[in-house]
């Protein structure tokens, strides 16, 4: 019997699966896994975990004849625990690979690390366009903020929203939606009458939203990380936004998968792009989906959940390729090009930026079987970074 460890949550976390026993010759090759266990980000770290310990329970925790062990460590989203727990992973555990990194100023500071170890680092959930700039090691599995606030835009204009005012929290990946929704969408003959930034911490929605009513824009853009959607949509209503025709757009961080349900009929109509939904329908999501909820009771997968899975698999596939060699440069160049179907759709690793590629989707809140869902209706194809794509 092997046992395949999360270590670091205790009793709880940890968890064996039955495999015929074998004789391992090498070291264990340690994942340092990072994320905001608790705090109020607690839900991302929550979805990658879960989906890391489904991907280690379905294809076991033996690569290459090399062990896999993975190490999680809390940092609550606080920057200065994240730089700790890297280096004390890479010193004193001698991770590998250190990967999670739940916010853009988590993965950040874990990158002039990794680049002095020479150890990947692997972002599972994080969406500044600038991440995968600051490390030659750095791999990312999840996504870029204007991935899909350029495709909010390009759809926004072409469906009879000419005036919109944008609503982005007040950090990188805010600017970064700010900016690439503002540029896109005039691009596309669109107005933006009005451009408004809420803090990150403790955020009070409120006074922003009723600026945003008194400009009177067809729509309101909004960015805001996964967690704090639920309060921006509950203060919209209680404004009587949505009974003044103003309508609510954004990208898909606003109605994640994982507290959508608790949003209530509010929520119906509103439409977001982005690159993962649970209800998203293929073969290969409705699996992944159903392995996820029976492994998780009471949960369902969001847009985090499978940046930890295609994270797991991106890390097993390197290893096949190197034949169980974990230096970091032979690594990267293993991950750089490699494609693969995720549960998100086909996504491919751009060997020039190490950022991905994926499909990008339009979707509407629906009410389906009793569930409130994105249902997707339109897809952008094979989307890259704009950001980087635009400083070729
Ligand atoms: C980020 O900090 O990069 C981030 C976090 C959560 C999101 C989007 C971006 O939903």
Redesign the pocket.
């Known amino acids: 019997m092997l046992s395949i460890m999360i270590r670091g949550l205790g009793g709880a976390a940890a968890f064996a699966l039955l495999a015929p026993t074998a004789a391992v010759a090498q070291e264990p090759v340690k994942i340092g896994l990072i994320l905001p266990m608790t705090g109020p980000f607690t839900s991302?770290g929550k979805q990658i975990t879960a989906a890391v310990h489904l991907y280690m329970q379905q294809h076991g925790d033996t690569v290459a004849g090399r062990k896999i062990e993975v190490i999680l460590r809390d940092d609550a989203g606080n920057a200065e625990a994240t730089k700790r727990l890297a280096q004390e992973l890479i010193v004193n555990s001698h991770a590998r690979i250190i990967a999670g990194f739940?916010?853009?100023?988590l993965?950040l500071v874990a990158a002039p690390l990794a680049t002095q170890a020479k150890v990947p680092e692997i972002i599972m959930?994080?969406?500044?366009s600038i991440i995968t700039e600051r490390s030659p090691y750095i791999v990312r599995t999840s996504f870029t903020?204007p991935q899909s606030a350029k495709v909010t835009a390009e759809w926004a204009a072409k469906n009879n929203i000419g005036k919109v005012v944008t609503l982005v929290t007040d950090?990188?990946?805010g600017h970064d939606a700010e900016a690439s929704f503002t540029e896109h969408y005039k691009a596309a003959g669109g107005q933006v009458v009005a451009a408004l930034r809420v803090p990150l911490q403790n955020p009070d929605f409120a006074p922003f939203l009723q600026r945003a009513a008194d400009a009177k824009p067809d729509a309101i853009f909004v960015f805001v990380?996964?967690g704090p959607g639920a309060i921006v949509m509950k203060q919209y209503v209680e404004r009587g936004m949505d009974k003044a025709g103003i309508k609510m757009i954004g990208t898909g961080?606003l109605t994640?998968d994982d507290i959508l349900p608790g949003y209530g009929d509010v929520a119906l109509g509103i439409i977001t792009a982005h690159f993962y939904a649970t209800a998203h329908p293929s073969a290969a999501n409705k699996a992944y989906v159903e392995a996820f909820k029976k492994d998780n009771p009471g949960m369902r997968p969001n847009f985090?959940s499978v940046g930890g899975y295609d994270g797991m698999h991106l890390i097993y596939e390197a290893l096949k390729k190197t034949g169980g060699k974990d230096d970091g440069d032979t690594l990267v160049e293993a991950m750089k090009g490699m494609k693969w179907e995720s549960p998100r759709g086909p996504i491919e690793i751009d060997s020039r930026t190490r950022d991905i590629i994926q499909n990008v989707y339009v979707r509407k809140v629906e009410r389906v079987g009793g569930e409130l869902q994105n249902v997707e209706f339109a897809t952008f194809e094979a989307v890259k970074d704009p950001v980087k794509e635009e400083k070729k």
Do not use: E, K, N
Not at 102 to 105: H, I, S
């Open positions: 991302t739940g916010l853009t100023p993965a959930a994080a969406g500044t903020v950090y990188a990946p990380p996964s961080d994640d985090m």
